[in-house]
């Protein structure tokens, strides 16, 4: 089965997320996690960015043995030279380098004709090349790139020596459809595409990032760039626990696999929003306090004679103790009844009713209701 790499970038796209700097210690305790996890790729910074960028790099660099660490560096000697000695130390070693690809950022913000982002580009990746053999290269705003100045593009940096191509959807304008056609066209029109992996880095800001990376799968690529609880930029990155999860709970369908150890997913979810303070939604997809929940008595009745009735994945799978049945106005007598005797109270049968009553009044009033309410509810019976 094929292989889809997994690129954590949290310490270097999430950590740009408004309000989420992390300090050196910080950063590594999560790479650490991001390592025992089995993430392919640590994308640990920026190291140009600042001393402190530097630095946490160039320690995690010194302390993660089984990922590559990888520095992100503008097509500039001087980033590409910080990128290097920041990652030195590490014993497997990536420089991610990049140029914008699109017109509006070549014109606009760039001020810069074609050929002269081709020029850069070659020296550049080879520049980097000579430093690390492991050298990525993303062509910014690829998806907003004219399709043939793009296929040139990918085709120049391989030629330079880059051997993955990460194909970035920078502002988060694809949709999936679109996205997957995408890869499908480069792998048609870049003639040395094959001595490359092909990566995707898809942006969320019309939320579809997770479903644009897995079309990117869908039609070949085999790396995926994301981010624990979807941090990043604006609206944030393809969320990692998303991605790995839908690969894993549907292999019938996309057909391939990850290393990661899902079991540390909640951990290091929980990790990354106490570390930055951006907390999690509750519905948010995997990591969300609700998305092993169930309230509606129907619901909790299914779960109860079969767990499948309601849940795709097993609660277990992302490090969970169990999925919860959450007692609230919407729950039944089934529901009602496993929670009582999971707390040792069992009750008659002929009571049933009369505590059901109770317990639905009570529940109009409290949203959720504890194993306290339930003891106080049946001692002043
Ligand atoms: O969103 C983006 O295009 C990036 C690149 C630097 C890969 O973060
Ligand atoms: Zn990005």
Sequence with gaps: MKKIKIFDTTLRDGEQSPGASLNTTEKIQIALAL????????????????????????????????SVVCSLARVKKQDIKAAYQAIKPAKKKRIHTFLAASDI??????????????????????????????????????????PK????VVKTAINAGASTINIPDTVGYATPEEFGKLIAEIYKNVPNIKKAVISVHCHN???????????????????IECTINGLGERAGNAALEEV????????????TETD??????????????????????????????????????????????????????????IGLQSNELVLGKHSGKHGLTDRLSKIGITIKKEQTTEIFIKF?????????????????LISKK
């Design 35 to 66: 390592e025992k996890m089995r993430v392919d790729v640590i994308e640990a910074g920026f190291a140009i960015a600042s001393q402190d960028d530097f630095n946490a790099i160039n320690q995690i660099a010194k302390k993660v043995k089984n």
């Design 105 to 146: 950022h070549l014109k606009y913000k760039l001020k810069m004709s074609r050929g002269d982002a081709l020029k850069q580009i070659s020296e550049m990746v080879k520049f980097a090349k000579s430093k690390v053999n492991d050298v990525e290269f993303s062509p910014e705003d690829a998806f907003r790139a004219e």
């Design 205 to 223: 800001d019309l939320g579809m990032a997770t479903a644009n990376s897995l079309s990117a799968v869908k039609n070949g690529a085999g790396q």
């Design 149 to 152: 100045f793009l296929f040139k």
């Design 260 to 317: 990661i150890k899902t079991e540390d997913i909640l951990n290091i979810s929980k990790l990354v929003s106490n570390l930055t303070g951006i907390l999690i939604q509750p519905n948010k997809a995997i990591v969300g306090e609700n998305a092993f929940a169930h309230e509606a008595g129907i619901h909790q009745h299914g779960v109860l004679q079969k767990r499948e009735t309601y849940e795709i994945m097993k609660a277990e799978q």
């Design 360 to 376: 639905k009044n009570l529940a109009d009033k409290k949203k959720k209701i504890s194993d306290d309410d339930l003891i106080n």
């Design 244 to 255: 790995v999860m839908a690969l894993k709970t549907r292999k019938d369908y996309f057909k």
